[in-house]
């Protein structure tokens, strides 16, 4: 009994093969990236959450820096409701060394059972990341918010500034949680 092979086509089928791996891993990176939502490790999101109370416009009172808001100040976001009941984030900032406003536009949507402040926001498809507000005063007026780790903390306020009670309680938790606090850019609002 002989077997035959046939080498041209089992280059194609070996090409193929590879391909379709290639492309299955493609999509699991990009599944993880599109749910990549977590919480920081001991972070516990403010519930009960109440979304109509946080849309509106907050302030930027600090920030740990990164690329989408290197050198911005005067920075803002705004919060909408969609038609479809997701969240309209709307960030804007001057660049001090371009001299213009920048501007970035995505959208935001509850997580979980929708009672907790834990949210996952989007700028570029289908990609999301983690939205944490960990800390909210009853009127929500101050906000410490918490990205997916420790590279993304904000220090939001309904005003320009916070008083400093409130801003030495925000630190407080987030250095209790593992963020070096010292690397916290503080925004020019004036």
């Known amino acids: 009994m002989y077997m035959i092979i046939d080498i041209k086509n089992m280059k194609y089928k070996k090409e193929y093969i590879a391909l379709g791996l290639a492309g299955a891993t493609i999509a699991a990176i990009a599944i993880g990236f599109s749910s990549c939502v977590s919480i920081p490790r001991g972070a516990k999101a403010v519930s009960p959450f109440q979304t109509d109370k946080y849309l509106g416009t907050w302030y930027e009172i600090a920030r740990f820096d990164f690329k989408f808001e290197k050198d911005l100040d005067h920075v803002t976001a705004t919060y909408s409701l969609n038609d479809d009941k997701s969240i309209r984030v709307d960030n804007k900032g001057y660049s001090v060394k371009e001299k213009k406003w920048k501007e970035s536009i995505g959208k ?15 700028f570029f498809g289908p990609f999301y990341a983690g939205y944490n507000v960990i800390a909210i005063d ?14 993304y903390l904000w220090l939001l306020s309904r005003e320009k500034s916070m008083p400093e ?11 209790a949680l593992g963020y070096n606090v010292q690397k916290l850019v503080w925004t020019k609002q004036n």
């Open 138 to 151: 009853p009127d929500y007026r101050y906000a410490l918010v918490a990205g997916n780790n420790l590279d």
């Open 108 to 122: 935001a949507k509850l997580t979980g059972n929708g009672s907790e402040g834990r949210l996952k926001v989007s």
């Open 165 to 175: 009670t409130v801003k030495n309680d925000y630190l407080a938790k987030a250095t």
